[in-house]
Every structure is written in C-alpha cells, then in structure tokens.
C-alpha cells in the first residue's frame, strides 16, 4: 500500500513512522509512508497557504490551490481514496480501519487554523474521518492514528497473522484479560483455567470475560451485535448480578 500524507508540519510524522509496526511494515515493503509539505504546493512567493474567510469572521482558511495542486501531481491521474481528517467526519472505527486497509493507496490531507476551503470537500475529497467528538490544532496526530490502525491490518504486517482478529472491537466486544507469568504475583493470581491446558474451556473464558467486559464498560456495543441464545443467556446473567 502506498500512503501519501500531506501536511504543513511534516516533521510531525518522522518519528511515528520510523518506529515499531510503522517502521517494520515499510522495511518489509508492504507499505510506503510518504509526508510532503502542502506549503510546496503553493503559487504565492511567500508559500501561503492560507487566507482569510470571505464574510468575515475569525481564524484562517486553507485555500483550494495548493490542496488541488498537491494531490494532482501525487496521482497523476489516478483516483486513491483521499481522506480529510476533521471533526466533522464519519467517526473512525475498526470497521473503517478494515475498509481502508483493503485499498492500494491513501492520500490523508491534513489541516490547521479554522477550517478548509469548502471546494475542498466537495469536490477533492472522498472521505471525512474524524477520531472523536473533540477538536485538535490540525490533521496531524489524527492521520497517525488512523494509519497506524490501518497499516496493522494489511497482511504480513504484524507476526501472526491473526493477532488483530481478537483485538477489542474486532470482533465487535472489547477484548479479554490477558495474563503471562509469573502466576502468582504479590498474591495475585492468574485464573485457573487459563494454565488448566483445557482449550475449550480456555476459548470459553474469553468469550464470556470479552462479554463482560463490554457489558460492564461498553454496553452500547452490544446493541448493534447479533449475539447467539448462549451469549444472550450469559448478558442476562451478568444483569440479574448487577
């Protein structure tokens, strides 16, 4: 996958993108991190990209041109999904994250000051993603995020290949408990059936800590699963104990 991220602070991303699953998934070439600086893009002498919003009012506008520009000259024809991140977004999700990890090639178009041209959005932009119901001062940290959600999921990225199928939200729950050694820790103990060597009962556990856990910190979630008799059995359970 290629990934193109245009900003006007790209020196944001050098260490994000040089380390951990970031930096591996490069050096093995299963993805290419690309920064380029949308100050490059711009026709003013001064580099500006910016000006004041027709109308009055306060902040600054990022102007159509050096957006426009810079992602013709990365494309050169082709049509990647270009994503704005902004607060008025479709809320980012693992969902998403798995959507866009499908594509051959991103382009993430980050912000500063008040807002963006209009034109932008309308006629540039494929997707508006933003990471939650609050503001941050640009794009920036919010593409590290989401490419970082995506690049996990591309193939071959992490060692096992289905080390993200249990991650919380995957699945639709939130993940369960997770012990290693050494099995008593300060009197803390680790359950018994996880060192009982029984898989079925160890597969069992999970599913139902992972129901518990979502039922006790993220009930919402459980209202748009399709969830079996047993599982169903099991919520009544925890809710006749609350």
Not at 126 to 145: K, N, Q, R, Y
């Amino acid at each position: 996958m290629n990934i193109h991220v245009l900003s006007l602070f790209p020196d944001m991303f050098t260490g994000v993108f040089g380390y951990s699953i970031l930096r591996k998934a490069q050096d093995k070439g299963l993805v290419s991190l690309n920064v380029s600086d949308i100050r490059e893009f711009s026709d003013n002498k001064h580099k500006q990209v910016d000006d004041y919003p027709y109308g009055g009012g306060a902040g600054m506008v990022l102007k159509p041109e050096p957006m426009f520009q810079a992602v013709e000259t990365i494309t050169e024809g082709r049509k990647p999904r270009i994503i704005l991140m902004c607060p008025q977004g479709e809320r980012f999700t693992q969902k998403k994250a798995e959507e866009l990890s499908k594509e051959e090639e991103l382009i993430f178009l980050c912000g500063h000051y008040e807002g963006y041209d209009e034109r932008i959005r309308e006629y540039l932009v494929t997707d508006e993603i933003s990471i939650g119901d609050f503001v941050l001062t640009g794009g920036e940290l919010p593409a590290m995020t989401v490419i970082d959600a995506v690049v996990r999921l591309i193939p071959g990225v992490l060692g096992q290949e289905d080390s993200h199928i249990h991650d919380s939200f995957s699945t639709g729950l939130l993940e369960h408990p997770h012990y290693t050694r050494p099995f008593d820790y300060r009197g803390m103990t680790v359950p018994d059936v996880l060192i009982s060597g029984n898989h079925a009962k160890i597969e069992q556990w999970r599913e139902e800590q992972s129901l518990k856990r979502t039922f006790e910190r993220r009930p919402d979630l459980l209202e748009h699963m399709e969830l079996t008799d047993k599982q169903l059995k099991y919520i009544e359970s925890l809710k006749q104990e609350k």
